[in-house]
């Protein structure tokens, strides 16, 4: 890999790890750690199948907790970032992690990584008979409008992934991104697990050339669905059927008047 983790890093994570885990938009972690979840690291078939959703639904609703020091557990229901920090950087270390370990930590820890296992876990039950998802007309202008502020957001992201070779997770170039493009960065993050699906999809970037704003457009109106619980496949579609729509529209304007002067 790239050598030894170092204790900069190991410093970083803990960190990161510890403001996922006192965010109190996220409880469900601390009581998640509390009654064992950090025994395993899920993996990342775990989070795409709903195991890893289903393994939290199956922690978070038992009534006890493991046996756990008083002072860790007082710590993680009070948030206390200077017990807690110190505490994640040493189990790291001792644990001895990989470098794609620490990651999946704090990706496991974001909201946006439960709720998307949760949907994966959701689709195995899903009993809608017909077709594909319907959208309603007046969606088609909103999709198309979220498909053209996602385009340069994400191509910008494809410019960090090819062209500097960064080492960075998908999550952080995102986040890197976000000066540039703060709402299309911040949509991206909300639905992380989603583009790091469509990212991964060859279906998605099979209908690309080779350049990077294809690709780019492609991902964007894959994502730009996501809002509306469509596919992949069903969003682009619907998003290039908004596109020949709003051109057919252009097409059919009565043509300005001639100033005669």
Same mark, same amino acid.
């Given at each position: 890999?790239?050598?030894?983790?170092?204790?900069?890093?190991?410093?970083?994570?803990?960190?990161?790890?510890?403001?996922?885990?006192?965010?109190?938009?996220?409880?469900?972690?601390?009581?998640?750690?509390?009654?064992?979840?950090?025994? @395993?690291?899920?993996?990342?078939?775990?989070?795409?199948?709903?195991?890893?959703?289903?393994?939290?639904?199956?922690?978070?609703?038992?009534?006890?907790?493991?046996?756990?020091?008083?002072?860790?557990?007082?710590?993680?229901?009070?948030?206390?970032?200077?017990?807690?920090?110190?505490?994640?950087?040493?189990?790291?270390?001792?644990?001895?992690?990989?470098?794609?370990?620490?990651?999946?930590?704090?990706?496991?820890?974001?909201?946006?990584?439960?709720?998307?296992?949760?949907?994966?876990?959701?689709?195995?039950? !899903?009993?809608?008979?017909?077709?594909?998802?319907?959208?309603?007309?007046? @969606?088609?202008?909103?999709?198309?409008?979220?498909?053209?502020?996602?385009? *340069?957001?994400?191509?910008?992201?494809?410019?960090?992934?090819?062209?500097?070779?960064?080492? @960075?997770?998908?999550?952080?170039?995102?986040?890197?991104? !976000?000066?540039? @493009?703060?709402?299309?960065?911040?949509?991206?993050?909300?639905?992380?697990?989603?583009?790091?699906?469509?990212?991964?999809?060859?279906?998605?970037?099979?209908?690309?050339?080779?350049?990077?704003?294809?690709?780019?457009?492609?991902?964007?109106?894959?994502?730009?669905?996501?809002?509306?619980?469509?596919?992949?496949?069903?969003?682009?579609?619907?998003?290039?059927?908004?596109?020949?729509?709003?051109?057919?529209?252009?097409?059919?304007? *009565?043509?300005?008047?001639?100033?005669?002067?």
């Amino acid at each position: 890999m790239r050598g030894t983790i170092t204790a900069t890093e190991y410093q970083c994570f803990a960190e990161r790890f510890v403001e996922l885990i006192v965010d109190p938009k996220r409880p469900w972690l601390a009581r998640y750690i509390m009654t064992g979840g950090l025994d @395993h690291v899920p993996t990342e078939d775990e989070i795409n199948s709903g195991d890893f959703a289903l393994q939290v639904l199956n922690r978070i609703e038992r009534t006890e907790t493991e046996l756990i020091e008083e002072s860790l557990f007082e710590a993680l229901h009070h948030g206390d970032r200077e017990f807690l920090i110190p505490y994640t950087r040493k189990w790291a270390k001792e644990s001895g992690f990989s470098r794609e370990e620490l990651e999946l930590l704090l990706k496991m820890g974001m909201s946006a990584t439960l709720r998307h296992s949760y949907r994966r876990l959701k689709s195995k039950f !899903r009993f809608r008979t017909g077709g594909q998802t319907k959208l309603r007309s007046l @969606h088609y202008s909103k999709i198309l409008k979220r498909a053209e502020q996602l385009r *340069p957001a994400i191509e910008k992201v494809l410019h960090e992934v090819l062209t500097t070779k960064t080492s @960075h997770t998908l999550p952080e170039i995102v986040d890197y991104c !976000r000066k540039d @493009h703060p709402d299309a960065c911040a949509f991206l993050m909300q639905h992380i697990g989603r583009f790091q699906e469509a990212f991964q999809d060859k279906r998605v970037l099979s209908r690309a050339t080779v350049r990077t704003v294809a690709k780019a457009r492609a991902l964007a109106d894959a994502m730009a669905g996501i809002e509306y619980d469509l596919a992949f496949s069903t969003s682009i579609e619907r998003v290039r059927e908004a596109r020949r729509a709003l051109r057919i529209t252009k097409n059919n304007l *009565p043509n300005p008047p001639q100033i005669l002067g």
